[in-house]
């Protein structure tokens, strides 16, 4: 169908279902094991409700909000996905060039298709981006690779803690055959590719990392270290005592650990406990998983996240349709934003907070 045919994210993910190469679809799309942890993740957006209020003018909606102190046009960002060019020819550039239109973040993915370099040259002087990285057992290379972030402006350093191996995608296990990751980190002869391309990719990782590693992170860069895939509220208070500047509650998309809980539950379990242990304050709280829609950006945001990340649409939008695709894709969230917010009778994200959502349903409270 036509561009303007598209009204939603989930429009975008019917059209990929139906055009995209199967190779690539099985990888973007699958989930760990049975997918369970997949679906959950955008249904337990689902189980909450809005309290509304009305009576307040709504004339004007200011949607900016900051992340790691970076202005934003909205409060969302494109995470981090490895092997844009499975979906695209110009892979992560796509990303790269639509979040500098939209003025929103992208996360740059360690095990990207392009470049890091050619991501980075991609962007404009002012945008922002931050850098996902998985850590390589070889200390040396990973801090290589850390420093030429810094260098070259990335804003956070974004570090995966939920795969010290990957999980077991079995539509991307079928479909076996993938031909672009030659060049992708890790790759060499001896990689075993009849598991799927994650498998194939991800030999490097480190699983020995662990809590007392922080400190040589913090040795080698200034950036801002973000735990990426913490999945409970233990975690998430360590890594603030610690001296991390956030964590993002993650699950990897239901793509590692099968029944890890959907992060919008750790979410309403977390902030309380942030804030009793006076750990709130330069702490930053991101989420990502499931998210489809405004209103589940709104109810994250009500209930104390910074930001918001987003996978796969993008991903979708992006084989689809290419920069008009994602460029689109962002207009769509941003104008549900506006709307929703209007009718929740909010004018800017700093009003948005637990007395407009109902967690009931997940809490029995
Ligand atoms: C991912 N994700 C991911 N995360 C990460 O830290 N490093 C990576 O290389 C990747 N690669 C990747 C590839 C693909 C195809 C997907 C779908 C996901 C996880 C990603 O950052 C994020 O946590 C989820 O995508 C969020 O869920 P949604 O928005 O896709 O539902």
Redesign the pocket.
Known sequence: PDLSQIYNLNDFEFVARHTMEHTAWA????GCDDEIT?RE??LSYHRIFFKPRVMVDVTNIDLSTTMLGAKVASPFYI?????GR?GHPDGEKVLTRSAAKQGIIQ?I????SCSFDEIVDEATDKQTQWF?L?VNSDREICKEIIEHAEERGMKGL?I?V??PQLGRREKDMRSKQIEDISHVQGDDADVDRSQGA?RAISSFIDTSLKWDDLKWFKSVTKMPIIL??VQCVEDAIIAAKLGCQGV?L??????QLEFSRPPLEVLIELMPVLRQQGLDKNFEVYI?????RATDILKAMCLGAKGV???????YAMSTYGDEGVTKAIQILKDEMVMNMRLLGVTSIDQLNESYVDVRNITNR
């Open positions: 990888y973007y799309s699958s997949l993740n955008h995470t981090a996905t490895a092997l499975l996360m993915p360690t095990l990207a996902q998985y974004f995966t939920d795969a994650a990426k895939g993002v993650s699950n990897h998309g239901g793509r990502d998983g499931g998210v489809r990340g987003i996978g796969r649409p993008f991903l």
